[in-house]
């Protein structure tokens, strides 16, 4: 990926390096300011695959949260949202530990309210 393309979910999984991942990092928080934690705070939150009751840091859910944030706008509704989420939950995790779809239920529902309200200020 050049400097200047496009960032995509594929440019997340692929990222090897520290300094490749921390640079795409700063172009997530760039273009999706604010909303980008709001997401991560959400997955953590929602704890899916039980991290944070593990003691994991709220940040352990970053990975899903940059490719979750670049698929947005493939969904037209939350329905499609939770979809994403547990592909992307399911890629990170394998879907063997991810559970049924409707796990995400709540999850989508508050990423989806949040993203509506961002309306014509959208990344």
Do not use: C
Not at 24 to 36: I, M, N, S, T, V
Not at 67 to 84: D, G, M, V, Y
Request: hydrophobic share 40%; no cysteine; aromatic share 8%.
């Amino acid at each position: 990926m050049g400097r200047g393309a496009k960032v995509t979910a594929e440019d997340i999984r692929h990222a090897e390096s520290r300094g490749e991942i921390l640079r795409l990092e700063r172009l997530l928080r760039k273009r999706f300011g604010p909303f980008y934690d709001s997401v991560i705070r959400a997955l953590a939150q929602h704890d899916p695959v039980d991290l944070m009751s593990a003691g994991a840091a709220v940040n352990e859910y970053e990975p899903e949260a940059k490719t979750i944030l670049l698929r947005l706008p493939e969904a037209n509704s939350e329905r499609a949202l939770r979809h994403i989420i547990h592909e992307e939950f399911s890629y990170w995790f394998g879907a063997e530990h991810v559970g049924a779809e409707s796990k995400y239920e709540r999850v989508a529902e508050e990423i989806w309210s949040r993203w509506r309200q961002l309306g014509e200020r959208r990344p």
